[in-house]
């Protein structure tokens, strides 16, 4: 009787472990990252009362740079939003990238790496450059941009609309 009980909530927990998982994946994922300065930044760190984006990119990616530009073309549009841009390379890469794009001029963009954890990669299964998420003040995913829908104009709408 012990075994099938055992047995039965095991298959219980299997079961519902995708509903968990899929649940947490509707929520801002609780990253880390070292900024372009070195200093370790986590995902509480976002300033409350915010929605929040994140990008995960690449410094080497083509498209991470088109978008990075109409992200600046289109700041005034972002200031009450925090935008989080988190890679995998290393931070030796994100400093020229930071630099040449004067990203540390914008006190609502915090640009970093998670290094080979790959911690946020893992968590939306990210396989395409830039990859970006929009999620209310409440922390909930409003929208997920692949890197082939990516489109600050509607991003912007829809931040506008939160």
């Given at each position: 009787?012990?075994i099938r009980?055992?047995l039965?909530v095991?298959?219980?927990l299997?079961?519902?472990?995708p509903v968990?998982i899929y649940?947490?994946?509707?929520?801002?994922p609780?990253?880390?990252?070292?900024?372009?300065d070195?200093?370790?930044f986590?995902?509480?760190?976002?300033?409350?009362?915010?929605?929040?984006i994140?990008?995960y990119?690449?410094?080497?990616c083509e498209?991470?740079?088109?978008?990075?530009n109409?992200?600046?073309?289109?700041?005034e549009d972002?200031?009450?939003?925090s935008?989080?841009?988190?890679?995998?390379?290393p931070v030796e890469?994100?400093?020229?990238y930071?630099?040449?794009?004067?990203?540390?001029?914008?006190?609502?963009?915090y640009?970093?790496?998670?290094?080979?954890?790959?911690?946020?990669?893992n968590y939306?299964?990210i396989?395409?450059?830039?990859?970006v998420?929009?999620f209310?003040?409440k922390?909930t995913?409003?929208?997920k941009?692949t890197?082939?829908?990516?489109?600050?104009d509607?991003?912007?709408?829809?931040l506008k609309s939160?």
């Open positions: 009787m012990k009980y055992t039965l095991i298959l219980v299997i079961l519902l472990a968990k649940s947490q994946v509707q929520k801002v609780p990253f880390q990252m070292m900024l372009h070195g200093k370790i986590r995902a509480q760190d976002l300033p409350l009362g915010k929605n929040i994140i990008v990119f690449s410094p080497e498209e991470c740079h088109e978008f990075t109409a992200m600046k073309e289109r700041i972002l200031q009450d939003a935008i989080a841009m988190i890679t995998y390379m890469k994100v400093r020229p930071v630099a040449e794009n004067r990203l540390y001029i914008y006190p609502n963009i640009i970093g790496t998670e290094g080979n954890s790959l911690f946020v990669a939306f299964s396989s395409l450059f830039p990859f998420a929009l209310d003040i922390g995913l409003v929208k941009y890197s082939k829908e990516v489109n600050i509607d991003l912007i709408n829809r939160l």
